[in-house]
C-alpha cells in the first residue's frame, strides 16, 4: 500500500467517523423526545391508560380507519404509481407535483378544504346524504382526511419501486402471450412489492397520526391524536402523556411486527 493509498484511506475513515457522528445527532433529536414519554410516564400510569375506555376505543378507531383508508385508496394509488413510474405523458412533472401536495399544504387548511367538499350541501355530501349516510363527523370522514394526507407516501413509493423493476422483464411475459393486466400482477407487482408495502405501512402510520385534517373533519368520534390533545387541553402533561405512550407502544408493536413478517417474506422468496 502506497503512502498516497494509507493517506486517502484514512481520510476516508475520518469521514466516516464524522457522518456516524452526525448520524447519532439525528438519532438523538428522535429517539431523545420519545424516550422522554416513558422516563416520566411510570408503569402503572400506562396500565392504568390501558384500562381506560374511552382510550382503548380512540386506539381502535385510530388503527382500524387509517388500514381501512389505506386498502381502500391503495386500489387506485398502486395502478396510478405504475403509470407514472412507467409512462410519459404532457404535463407528467405536473401531476407529481399534485401527488405530493398533502405533504406541503398545511394540514389544518387540508382540513378546511376537504370539509368544502364533503360537508352538507356540497357534492359528495349531497351524495352520501341521499345513500343515506354522512362524512363529516363519521369514520368515513376520518378516513378521508386520513387518505388525504397519508396518499403521497404510497404513491412516491410504489412508484419508485416499479421504476427499479427491469422493463425488459415485463416485455418478456408480454412476448410469451402475458396480457398485460396478467403481466402487473405476475411480473411487476411482485418485483416491487418490498416498496408497495413499504408505502403502504408509511400511509397507514401517517394517517394514524393525523391530527389537524381529522379535527376538522371529525372532532368526535375521537381519534387517538385528538384525544391527546383533548387530555392535554384539559387536564395537562399528567393526564395526556401516559395515553402517547400507550399509542406509540401499540404502534411499534404493530410495526416491529410487519417489518418481521416482511423481513420473513423476503427470505422465503430468495
Known amino acids: 500500500m502506497t ?3 494509507a493517506a486517502a484511506n484514512g481520510q476516508l475513515s475520518w469521514l466516516h467517523l464524522a457522518f456516524i457522528a452526525l448520524g447519532g445527532v439525528v438519532l438523538l433529536l428522535i429517539v431523545a423526545p420519545l424516550l422522554g414519554i416513558y422516563l416520566k410516564s411510570t408503569f402503572g400510569d400506562i396500565v392504568a391508560t390501558a384500562r381506560d375506555a374511552a382510550v382503548r376505543e380512540s386506539i381502535w378507531l385510530t388503527l382500524w380507519v ?3 383508508a389505506t386498502l381502500v385508496v391503495a386500489v387506485a394509488c398502486i395502478p ?3 403509470i407514472l413510474a412507467r409512462k410519459d405523458f404532457p404535463l407528467k412533472g405536473l401531476v407529481s407535483g399534485i401527488v405530493d401536495l398533502p405533504v406541503i399544504v398545511p394540514h389544518s387548511v387540508a382540513g378546511i378544504a376537504i370539509l368544502g367538499v364533503v360537508a352538507r350541501g356540497s357534492l359528495l355530501g349531497s351524495a352520501a346524504e341521499s345513500m343515506g349516510f354522512e362524512i363529516v363527523g363519521t369514520p368515513v370522514g376520518i378516513g378521508v382526511a386520513m387518505a388525504f394526507v397519508s396518499v403521497p407516501f404510497l404513491i412516491n413509493s410504489a412508484r419508485d ?7 425488459r422483464l415485463e416485455k418478456a411475459a408480454l412476448g410469451l402471450g402475458a396480457s398485460p393486466l396478467r403481466m402487473f400482477f405476475t411480473v411487476s407487482v411482485p418485483l416491487a412489492w418490498r ?4 408505502g403502504l405501512v408509511l400511509m397507514w402510520g401517517r394517517g394514524m397520526s393525523e391530527f389537524g385534517a381529522v379535527m376538522i373533519i371529525a372532532y368526535h368520534p375521537m381519534t387517538t ?4 390533545y383533548e387530555r392535554f387541553s384539559a387536564f395537562g402533561l399528567k393526564y395526556s402523556r401516559p395515553i402517547s ?6 404502534c411499534l408493536v404493530i410495526f416491529i411486527a410487519l417489518r418481521i413478517l ?3 417474506r423476503g427470505n422465503a422468496d430468495r
Open 3 to 5: 503512502s498516497d493509498t
Open 66 to 68: 387509517s388500514m381501512v
Open 80 to 82: 396510478f404509481a405504475y
Open 161 to 167: 419501486g416499479f421504476a427499479a423493476v427491469p422493463d
Open 195 to 198: 416498496a408497495i408495502v413499504s
Open 225 to 228: 391524536p385528538i384525544l391527546i
Open 245 to 250: 405512550a400507550l399509542f406509540m407502544l401499540v
Open 262 to 264: 416482511a423481513q420473513r
